[in-house]
């Protein structure tokens, strides 16, 4: 069992920055793969960046490369996502997710077992 706990989102001008943070419980979070995901009102859910167990393999959404940086410190258990240069179009309900026996990530949501509760990032122009 893993629990995920988001925390970091809020109101930001456009242009502003936040950073999000996701706690994991459980012993082996160093050997699974994470993922940040976003769903907008009437949007499905879709992936904004995933890590790989190590840290070493990453992936960006095309809308958020150069702006967000995923990273996980795994003597913490924690995962980060930092965004910079917000825009409007990033508003949204962010989520972190586990990818349990998996070391590498996927940009699919279905491929993720343990999901946390989501933190609201509001960018207004």
């Known amino acids: 069992q893993v629990q995920l706990v988001e925390s970091g989102g809020g109101s930001v001008q456009a242009g502003g920055s936040l950073r999000l943070s996701c706690a994991a419980s459980g012993r082996t979070f160093s050997s699974y793969a994470m993922g940040w995901f976003r769903q907008a009102p009437g949007k499905e859910r879709e992936c904004v960046a995933t890590?790989?167990?190590?840290?070493?393999?990453?992936y960006y959404a095309d809308s958020v490369k150069g702006r967000f940086t995923i990273s996980r410190d795994n003597a913490k258990n924690m995962v980060y996502l930092q965004m910079n240069t917000l825009k409007p179009e990033d508003t949204a309900v962010y989520y972190c997710a586990s990818r349990s026996l998996r070391r590498l990530g996927s940009s699919r949501p279905d491929e993720y077992d343990y999901w946390g509760q989501g933190t609201q990032v509001t960018v207004s122009s």
């Open positions: 890590i790989s167990w190590s840290g070493g393999s990453l």
